[in-house]
């Protein structure tokens, strides 16, 4: 109940702002970039045990009850209430514009949630809460820590709000909370650090993504969801 309540209160606030066309300049991600953020994140692993220690050791029921909070902003429910009643808000309302806001949070998170699934089934990376050890990996088994799964949803959910809201304060607020909802399942020993990281940088990248704000090898969203007079269903990818 309370998470219809949440997701509804958030539906109507938004529905008063997303009403605009998208006329997004688009980045076409390098080579060099995707390097980088490799290379963040097996950094990030390096660390991954010290911090697990370290916010163990800090963990009380205060902090518990936090994460519990934030835990809520990942959960696929809440994107699908918000995606969706944005989406039916604007048909019921007539206002194409509204209701293409909707279809592009939902299908950042329809591309957030294919790509997640696939790099956690191939990882097979262990929880902390199951070993001491950051660098167990067992590809194809039921581990699936890497990369959160929670962490990818809040940070779809962020970035796609946010790139449709475009008011610096409001995005300032959605990421924090995306990153509330990341530090709770650290906090809940269910992830690593690295884990987070990597599923926010696979949120982000979807909603910029389907936004049109970025390119991933010449990777366009397809055209229905960006231009106000496509009703065809296009995916380009440019060689």
């Known amino acids: 109940m309370g998470l219809t309540r949440g997701s509804s209160c958030l539906v109507g606030a938004l529905c008063l702002v997303l009403a ?38 800090h963990r009380s029921s205060g902090s518990d009850h936090v994460a519990a909070v934030f835990k809520t902003g990942g959960g696929p429910a809440f994107f699908l209430g918000v995606g969706g009643g944005i989406t039916a808000a604007g048909l019921i309302s007539g206002k194409k514009s509204l209701a293409r806001s909707g279809e592009r949070v939902l299908a950042s998170l329809l591309v957030a949630g294919v790509t997640t699934g696939a790099i956690k089934e191939l990882a097979g990376r262990v929880r902390p809460d199951n070993t001491h050890d950051p660098f167990v990996f067992r590809p ?36 924090t909370a995306a990153a509330g909802t990341a530090w709770s399942r650290v906090n809940d ?24 704000r970025w390119r991933i090898f010449g990777l366009r969203p397809p055209r229905f969801l960006i231009d106000p007079h496509g009703a065809r269903v296009e995916w380009h990818v440019t060689f």
């Open 20 to 57: 605009r066309p998208v006329g997004a300049q688009s980045h076409n991600i390098r080579w060099w970039e995707i390097a980088a953020a490799a290379g963040t994140l097996g950094i990030a692993t390096l660390f991954d045990r010290g911090i697990d220690d370290w916010v163990q050791d």
């Open 140 to 175: 194809f088994s039921r581990h699936d820590a890497f990369p959160s799964g929670h962490a990818t949803v809040a940070f779809a959910l962020a970035g796609s709000l946010s790139e449709e809201i475009h008011n610096p304060w409001a995005s300032a607020a959605l990421y």
């Open 189 to 212: 020993q269910k992830h690593w650090t690295s884990d987070v990281l990597a599923g926010a940088a696979i949120g982000i990248t979807s909603a910029k993504l389907i936004a049109g």
